[in-house]
Protein backbone atom coordinates (compact mmCIF):
# COMPACT_ATOMS: atom_id res chain seq x y z
CA UNK A 1 0.00 0.00 0.00
CA UNK A 2 1.08 3.58 -1.21
CA UNK A 3 2.15 5.38 2.51
CA UNK A 4 3.69 8.74 3.56
CA UNK A 5 4.98 9.24 7.19
CA UNK A 6 6.04 12.33 8.27
CA UNK A 7 8.24 13.23 11.50
CA UNK A 8 8.41 14.63 13.55
CA UNK A 9 4.81 15.75 14.15
CA UNK A 10 5.96 19.12 15.52
CA UNK A 11 9.46 20.72 15.45
CA UNK A 12 9.63 23.87 17.90
CA UNK A 13 12.84 25.83 17.16
CA UNK A 14 14.95 28.75 17.87
CA UNK A 15 15.30 31.64 15.28
CA UNK A 16 18.47 30.69 13.25
CA UNK A 17 18.48 27.52 14.18
CA UNK A 18 18.78 24.56 11.49
CA UNK A 19 17.22 21.28 11.13
CA UNK A 20 15.70 19.11 9.00
CA UNK A 21 11.52 17.50 8.40
CA UNK A 22 11.65 13.63 7.32
CA UNK A 23 9.14 12.21 4.95
CA UNK A 24 9.69 8.53 4.67
CA UNK A 25 7.02 6.91 1.66
CA UNK A 26 6.48 3.39 0.37
CA UNK A 27 5.29 3.34 -2.62
CA UNK A 28 5.22 1.34 -5.65
CA UNK A 29 6.85 3.44 -8.17
CA UNK A 30 7.93 6.89 -7.85
CA UNK A 31 6.57 9.37 -10.20
CA UNK A 32 7.29 12.69 -8.03
CA UNK A 33 7.56 13.84 -4.75
CA UNK A 34 6.01 17.16 -3.82
CA UNK A 35 6.55 19.56 -0.78
CA UNK A 36 3.73 22.23 -0.05
CA UNK A 37 3.58 24.71 3.13
CA UNK A 38 0.12 25.42 4.95
CA UNK A 39 -0.35 27.81 6.73
CA UNK A 40 -3.36 28.09 9.05
CA UNK A 41 -6.67 28.57 7.37
CA UNK A 42 -5.15 28.28 3.79
CA UNK A 43 -4.26 25.92 0.97
CA UNK A 44 -1.35 23.98 0.53
CA UNK A 45 1.37 26.02 -0.98
CA UNK A 46 3.70 24.37 -3.48
CA UNK A 47 7.31 24.49 -2.46
CA UNK A 48 9.51 21.82 -4.59
CA UNK A 49 9.23 18.77 -7.01
CA UNK A 50 11.48 15.67 -6.63
CA UNK A 51 11.51 13.27 -9.61
CA UNK A 52 14.50 10.80 -8.54
CA UNK A 53 17.01 9.58 -6.00
CA UNK A 54 20.22 12.00 -5.51
CA UNK A 55 18.26 15.35 -6.71
CA UNK A 56 17.94 18.23 -4.92
CA UNK A 57 16.12 21.42 -4.83
CA UNK A 58 16.66 24.77 -3.09
CA UNK A 59 14.38 28.01 -2.56
CA UNK A 60 15.48 30.71 -0.09
CA UNK A 61 16.08 28.99 3.57
CA UNK A 62 14.84 25.36 1.96
CA UNK A 63 16.44 22.69 0.66
CA UNK A 64 14.74 19.29 -0.54
CA UNK A 65 16.67 16.05 -0.93
CA UNK A 66 15.29 12.98 -2.30
CA UNK A 67 16.59 9.00 -1.45
CA UNK A 68 14.86 6.01 -2.85
CA UNK A 69 13.13 5.90 0.64
CA UNK A 70 12.67 8.73 2.01
CA UNK A 71 13.02 12.94 1.52
CA UNK A 72 14.19 15.92 3.28
CA UNK A 73 13.68 19.47 3.74
CA UNK A 74 16.47 21.23 5.47
CA UNK A 75 15.63 24.51 6.57
CA UNK A 76 18.85 26.63 7.19
CA UNK A 77 18.82 29.61 9.56
CA UNK A 78 15.02 29.74 9.53
CA UNK A 79 12.59 33.19 10.44
CA UNK A 80 9.61 33.34 12.01
CA UNK A 81 7.61 33.66 8.89
CA UNK A 82 8.73 30.20 8.43
CA UNK A 83 6.25 28.98 10.38
CA UNK A 84 4.16 26.59 8.95
CA UNK A 85 2.96 23.14 8.28
CA UNK A 86 5.18 21.37 5.76
CA UNK A 87 3.26 18.48 3.58
CA UNK A 88 5.14 15.91 2.01
CA UNK A 89 3.26 13.90 -1.25
CA UNK A 90 3.67 11.37 -3.90
CA UNK A 91 2.40 9.99 -6.60
CA UNK A 92 2.37 7.06 -7.63
CA UNK A 93 3.13 5.46 -10.97
CA UNK A 94 0.23 3.38 -10.47
CA UNK A 95 -2.27 6.48 -10.15
CA UNK A 96 -1.50 9.60 -12.71
CA UNK A 97 -4.19 11.42 -10.75
CA UNK A 98 -3.69 10.91 -7.08
CA UNK A 99 -1.37 12.58 -4.66
CA UNK A 100 -1.03 10.82 -1.51
CA UNK A 101 -0.19 13.23 1.27
CA UNK A 102 1.33 12.90 4.88
CA UNK A 103 -0.25 14.34 8.25
CA UNK A 104 2.34 17.21 8.13
CA UNK A 105 5.07 18.55 10.66
CA UNK A 106 4.32 21.46 11.97
CA UNK A 107 7.17 23.98 12.78
CA UNK A 108 6.77 26.96 15.10
CA UNK A 109 10.01 29.73 14.90
CA UNK A 110 10.32 31.51 18.14
CA UNK A 111 11.82 35.04 17.52
CA UNK B 1 -8.94 35.94 -10.68
CA UNK B 2 -5.13 34.84 -10.24
CA UNK B 3 -5.74 31.75 -7.99
CA UNK B 4 -8.02 29.20 -7.31
CA UNK B 5 -11.53 30.31 -5.79
CA UNK B 6 -13.79 28.31 -3.55
CA UNK B 7 -16.81 29.23 -2.17
CA UNK B 8 -18.26 29.47 0.71
CA UNK B 9 -15.05 29.68 2.83
CA UNK B 10 -17.74 28.24 5.85
CA UNK B 11 -20.31 26.21 5.73
CA UNK B 12 -22.39 24.75 8.15
CA UNK B 13 -25.18 21.97 8.01
CA UNK B 14 -27.77 19.93 9.62
CA UNK B 15 -27.76 16.70 9.01
CA UNK B 16 -29.33 15.63 6.74
CA UNK B 17 -29.06 17.81 4.85
CA UNK B 18 -27.82 18.80 1.06
CA UNK B 19 -24.61 21.01 0.57
CA UNK B 20 -22.64 21.98 -2.74
CA UNK B 21 -19.20 23.32 -2.85
CA UNK B 22 -17.91 25.46 -5.85
CA UNK B 23 -14.75 25.41 -7.46
CA UNK B 24 -13.27 28.15 -9.68
CA UNK B 25 -10.07 26.92 -10.97
CA UNK B 26 -7.56 28.99 -12.86
CA UNK B 27 -8.10 29.88 -16.21
CA UNK B 28 -7.33 27.38 -18.54
CA UNK B 29 -5.89 25.17 -16.05
CA UNK B 30 -6.64 20.98 -17.63
CA UNK B 31 -6.46 19.27 -14.21
CA UNK B 32 -8.50 19.88 -11.45
CA UNK B 33 -8.72 18.03 -7.98
CA UNK B 34 -10.43 17.35 -4.68
CA UNK B 35 -9.34 16.76 -1.48
CA UNK B 36 -10.60 16.32 1.94
CA UNK B 37 -8.92 17.73 5.03
CA UNK B 38 -9.59 16.36 8.71
CA UNK B 39 -8.40 18.52 11.20
CA UNK B 40 -4.57 18.03 11.80
CA UNK B 41 -4.33 15.75 8.95
CA UNK B 42 -3.22 15.73 5.31
CA UNK B 43 -5.19 16.17 2.46
CA UNK B 44 -6.83 12.57 1.42
CA UNK B 45 -7.57 12.46 -2.43
CA UNK B 46 -10.97 12.73 -3.31
CA UNK B 47 -11.24 12.91 -6.92
CA UNK B 48 -10.02 13.95 -10.66
CA UNK B 49 -10.76 15.86 -14.07
CA UNK B 50 -9.00 16.02 -16.99
CA UNK B 51 -11.43 19.18 -18.23
CA UNK B 52 -14.87 18.02 -18.50
CA UNK B 53 -13.98 14.41 -18.15
CA UNK B 54 -14.00 12.62 -14.45
CA UNK B 55 -11.20 10.62 -14.74
CA UNK B 56 -11.11 8.90 -10.95
CA UNK B 57 -13.65 9.06 -8.25
CA UNK B 58 -11.58 6.73 -5.85
CA UNK B 59 -11.58 8.71 -2.97
CA UNK B 60 -15.15 9.31 -2.84
CA UNK B 61 -15.89 7.90 0.82
CA UNK B 62 -19.02 7.11 -0.29
CA UNK B 63 -22.45 7.72 -2.89
CA UNK B 64 -23.80 10.62 -0.81
CA UNK B 65 -20.79 12.46 -2.55
CA UNK B 66 -20.66 13.65 -6.10
CA UNK B 67 -18.77 15.57 -8.17
CA UNK B 68 -19.00 17.24 -12.01
CA UNK B 69 -17.41 20.11 -14.09
CA UNK B 70 -20.00 20.17 -17.02
CA UNK B 71 -17.64 22.57 -19.09
CA UNK B 72 -14.36 21.72 -18.15
CA UNK B 73 -13.84 25.03 -15.96
CA UNK B 74 -15.85 25.37 -13.23
CA UNK B 75 -16.22 22.50 -10.54
CA UNK B 76 -19.07 21.46 -7.80
CA UNK B 77 -18.64 18.56 -4.96
CA UNK B 78 -22.27 17.65 -4.04
CA UNK B 79 -22.77 16.03 -0.01
CA UNK B 80 -25.79 14.51 0.26
CA UNK B 81 -27.93 14.19 3.29
CA UNK B 82 -24.52 15.11 5.40
CA UNK B 83 -23.66 13.50 8.31
CA UNK B 84 -21.33 14.41 11.24
CA UNK B 85 -17.77 12.50 9.80
CA UNK B 86 -18.47 14.89 6.71
CA UNK B 87 -17.10 17.82 8.70
CA UNK B 88 -13.57 18.85 7.25
CA UNK B 89 -12.13 21.10 5.16
CA UNK B 90 -12.55 20.22 1.38
CA UNK B 91 -10.30 21.63 -1.00
CA UNK B 92 -9.98 22.01 -4.83
CA UNK B 93 -6.50 22.42 -6.55
CA UNK B 94 -6.26 22.92 -10.85
CA UNK B 95 -2.87 22.41 -12.48
CA UNK B 96 -1.97 23.33 -16.02
CA UNK B 97 -1.25 20.30 -17.68
CA UNK B 98 -3.41 16.87 -18.26
CA UNK B 99 -2.91 13.52 -16.60
CA UNK B 100 0.15 11.65 -16.14
CA UNK B 101 2.27 15.08 -16.13
CA UNK B 102 3.76 16.01 -12.88
CA UNK B 103 3.10 19.80 -12.81
CA UNK B 104 2.85 22.62 -10.13
CA UNK B 105 -0.84 21.89 -8.20
CA UNK B 106 -2.44 25.18 -7.47
CA UNK B 107 -5.05 25.20 -3.92
CA UNK B 108 -7.73 27.10 -3.03
CA UNK B 109 -8.26 28.27 0.25
CA UNK B 110 -11.32 25.36 1.40
CA UNK B 111 -14.67 25.22 2.36
CA UNK B 112 -14.84 24.20 6.07
CA UNK B 113 -17.74 22.49 6.32
CA UNK B 114 -19.37 21.85 9.55
CA UNK B 115 -21.83 19.21 10.32
CA UNK B 116 -24.44 19.41 13.31
Known amino acids: EDQVTQSPEALRLQEGESSSLNCSYT??????LFWYRQDPGKGPEFLFT???AGEEKEKERLKATLTKKESFLHITAPKPEDSATYLCAVQPYSSASKIIFGSGTRLSIRP | GAGVSQSPRYKVAKRGQDVALRCDPI?????LFWYQQALGQGPEFLTYFQNEAQLDKSGLPSDRFFAERPEGSVSTLKIQRTQQEDSAVYLC??????????????FGQGTRLTVV
Open chain 2, 93 to 106: ASSLEGRGLNTEAF
Open chain 2, 27 to 31: SGHVS
Open chain 1, 50 to 52: LYS
Open chain 1, 27 to 32: VSGLRG
